[in-house]
C-alpha cells in the first residue's frame, strides 16, 4: 500500500500595515520596528521579503510598513529623510534608526537587543 499526501499550507506574513491613524497604536506597547517606503523605491523592495521574514521569526514584536507617498503625516513628525528608513521602538520610544538596506541577521540583531 503507498500512501500520497500532498498537503498545502500558507505562511502567515503578519507585517502591519501602519497608517498615520494607526501608527501611535502600532509602537505604543512592546517592542515594535516600522520601516518606511514607498513601492517605487527599489530598495525598499529589497527589504520587503527580509522584514516579512522577521515578522515570522518574531511573532511577540509588531512589523510594520508605512508607505511614505500615502502617509505624510508621520515621516513629517519622525523626520524621515530617506528610505527606507527603519526605527525600532519599545513602550512608544524611539529606541534606534536605521537608513538604507540591513541584513536579516543585523535586523535580528537589533530586534534581539530589546527582547
Known sequence: MKLNL???FDINI?????TDLNFDGMISDGVSLVAFKAP??????????ILDEISIEYPNVKIGKMDVDENDM??????????PTLILYKNGEMIERKVGIIS???LRSLIDSQL
Do not use: A, H, L
Not at 503578519?14 to 501602519?18: A, H, L, N, P, Q
Open 6 to 8: 500532498n498537503i498545502d
Open 14 to 18: 503578519m507585517t502591519i500595515e501602519v
Open 40 to 49: 517605487w523605491c527599489g530598495p525598499c523592495k529589497t527589504m520587503s521579503p
Open 74 to 83: 508621520t515621516p513629517r513628525e519622525v523626520g524621515i529623510r530617506s528610505i
Open 104 to 106: 536579516k541577521e543585523d
